[in-house]
């Protein structure tokens, strides 16, 4: 399994970007990608997760933390095998390194989906730098 994080940079407090995580060796149809962020000094933190769904072909579990909700959009597209995190309404406490993360757990809860030991893989991570 492979996982390359994209389209950190340099964004205005109230902008937006896109990240990418690509996934090869691995689908969310067999289990779950998360992204974390790790900013100067502090610990990783988890940012949101998108899993599959036993219930639905169509619509994913996703779930996300409280400090980035309503701003931020997990999503996949299978057809790429990448995992997008749309991020808007940037704020400066936002600016960290970005990681993805993945792991072989079907139907994954909010309370598994954010443990950083749950998950198996890990991307090199992608920086976000939020400007005043």
């Known amino acids: 399994v492979q996982l390359v994080e994209s389209g950190g940079g340099l964004v205005q407090t109230g902008g937006s970007l896109r990240l990418s995580c690509s996934a090869s060796?691995?689908?969310?149809?067999?289990?779950?990608i998360g992204w974390f962020r790790q900013a100067p000094r502090k610990e990783r933190e988890w940012v949101a997760c998108?899993?599959?769904?036993?219930?639905?072909?169509?619509?994913?579990?996703?779930y996300y933390s409280g400090a980035v909700k309503d701003r931020f959009t997990i999503s996949y597209d299978n057809t790429k095998s990448t995992v997008y995190l749309e991020m808007n309404n940037l704020k400066p406490e936002d600016a960290a390194v970005y990681y993805c993360?993945?792991?072989?757990?079907?139907?994954?809860?909010?309370?598994?989906?954010?443990?950083?030991?749950?998950?198996?893989?890990w991307g090199q991570g992608t920086t976000v730098t939020v400007s005043a």
């Open positions: 993360a993945a792991v072989d757990e079907e139907n994954i809860v909010s309370a598994t989906c954010r443990g950083i030991l749950v998950y198996d893989y």
């Open positions: 998108i899993g599959n769904n036993a219930e639905s072909a169509y619509y994913q579990r996703k």
């Open positions: 060796g691995f689908t969310v149809d067999d289990g779950a």
